[in-house]
Nanobody, 119 residues
Framework: QVQLVESGGGLVQPGGSLRLSCAAS????????MAWYRQAPGKQRESVAR???????NYADSVKGRFTISGDNGNNMVYLQMNSLKPEDTADYYC?????????????WGQGTQVTVSS
């Protein structure tokens, strides 16, 4: 069973930066992919950024050029550097991990960390 713990959320002014971290534990193997999702009040959870074990990344259009996802495969860590933050980035941010084994895909979620962008 994989456990994910996020950190780094908080209150920041528009135009500011935050760095989110997610630590994965309990996995004997390198995870196949890790990602960040977010959910704003009254809205559905949406994908923000994703990174695969090979280092391939993809981003939601709304964050391209502002957010950067990076990972440390050896330690099963993933980071989200968020720059030029906007009020519409306000949401709970969730870490996600995918592990695929002979039994199939297994998905895991963290508890979330709150990001508030406000002056």
């Amino acid at each position: 069973q994989v456990q994910l713990v996020e950190s780094g959320g908080g209150l920041v002014q528009p135009g500011g930066s935050l760095r989110l971290s997610c630590a994965a534990s309990g996995s004997k193997f390198t995870l196949n992919a890790m990602a960040w999702y977010r959910q704003a009040p009254g809205k559905q959870r949406e994908s923000v950024a994703r990174i695969t074990r090979s280092g391939t990344t993809n981003y939601a259009d709304s964050v391209k050029g502002r957010f950067t996802i990076s990972g440390d495969n050896g330690n099963n860590m993933v980071y989200l550097q968020m720059n030029s933050l906007k009020p519409e980035d306000t949401a709970d941010y969730y870490c996600y991990a995918l592990q695929v084994d002979r039994r199939g895909p297994h998905e895991y979620w963290g508890q979330g960390t709150q990001v508030t962008v406000s002056s």
